[in-house]
């Protein structure tokens, strides 16, 4: 993750914090907003080049740079999100990072298990005021 961060850090891009981006075994999930096409290729092209990265889900949209108001709703939807996993049964929710970005959810993480894995996406597919839900959860080498 940090040396994700340094790289991007190190492409001059409009607004940096405009970026989210969560690391797990190697996958790499990029989401945010980005001023250009050629700046969210640079963006990318830049993080292919770390070792260790074996995958890249690039979620970034182009043009569009949310209001404080906008990013204060997705930072409280996040948190609801994460407290409701923390008390869900079967579910671990340490091994998960959440993010909501743009109204969008990503979770991202290591299921102990196929059941726990399927726990979480049916439990998260439930919640209705998720518009969209990207999940990226792997299993350990033992559970495929």
């Avoid at 049916?122 to 839900?133: A, F, P, S, T």
């Amino acid at each position: 993750m940090t040396k994700i961060i340094t790289k991007i850090s190190g492409i001059q891009l409009k607004n940096f914090t405009d970026i989210t981006v969560s690391v797990s075994s190697g996958h790499v999930l990029l989401a945010g907003n980005i001023e250009n096409q050629s700046k969210r290729l640079e963006l990318i092209k830049e993080v292919w080049k770390i070792d260790g990265v074996e995958n890249i889900y690039n979620e970034i949209n182009i043009g569009f740079s949310p209001s404080l108001a906008d990013r204060a709703d997705d930072l409280l939807f996040e948190t609801r999100i994460k407290n409701r996993l923390l008390f869900k049964s079967g579910v671990y929710s340490n091994n998960y990072s959440v993010d909501v970005v743009n109204g969008n959810v990503y979770v991202m993480g290591t299921a102990s298990s196929f059941q726990e894995k399927t726990t979480l996406e049916n439990y998260l597919n439930e919640m209705k005021d998720i518009k969209k839900l990207v999940t990226i959860v792997s299993l350990p080498k033992n559970e495929k």
